[in-house]
């Protein structure tokens, strides 16, 4: 129970008391800083012409992303892509932190509601972007008026869905495998963490946003 509170780290003077910083913000920051740093490295002497082997192994692994975004939401959806591999990534690398002795961010339920709500609000933008606010409005009434609060009800249950699955599965695997280090013997455990730790944090990266790209492409018919 102490591993799955999100303590407090940091205190800052603000106003007339102190601003708490909790520990999910600050490995927050960490991978943000990561992640930039790592973006300031791969881009560097980027080449037109014979480009080296880790330029063509970048430029792979984002058509790929490109690629498998655009089939599932068409290729008028691209400007969307950078925020979805945005998130990919940095979901990918909070489920997996731990391996580096950090808590990951998407134990606290705060961190994987505040990512929800942000694809929610991208995706009923999207929407409205494409059709305008008078076919967004009166979508809430098809097929007929009397489904419209529970058309309206799901704006709600589309973040919550989104943030309680990756919140779920980041915590069950949490528990397993303090349950499995705690009654099997220390190299027990390592096969399991493979799955738990990489395999399935990973994963849940993926489902959160495939989902968020399904939805939006839902939420343009």
Known sequence: MEELQCETVIKIP???GLLDIKESVVVTWIIMAVIVALCIIFVRNLKVENPGKGQLLLESAISTGQNFFEDVMGKENRKYIPY???????????????LFGFKPPTKDLNVTAAIAIMSMILIEYSGIHKNGVKHW????????PFVAPIMILEIVIRPLSLCMRLFGNVLGAFVIMELLKTVVPVLAPIPFSFYFDIFDGLLQAYVFVFL???FMNEEQE
């Open 14 to 16: 603000f106003l007339n």
């Open 84 to 98: 979805l591999l945005t998130v990919l990534i940095y979901i990918g690398i909070s489920n997996i932190i731990g």
């Open 212 to 214: 968020t790209a399904l």
């Open 137 to 144: 409005v009166k979508h809430f009434a098809e097929p007929v």
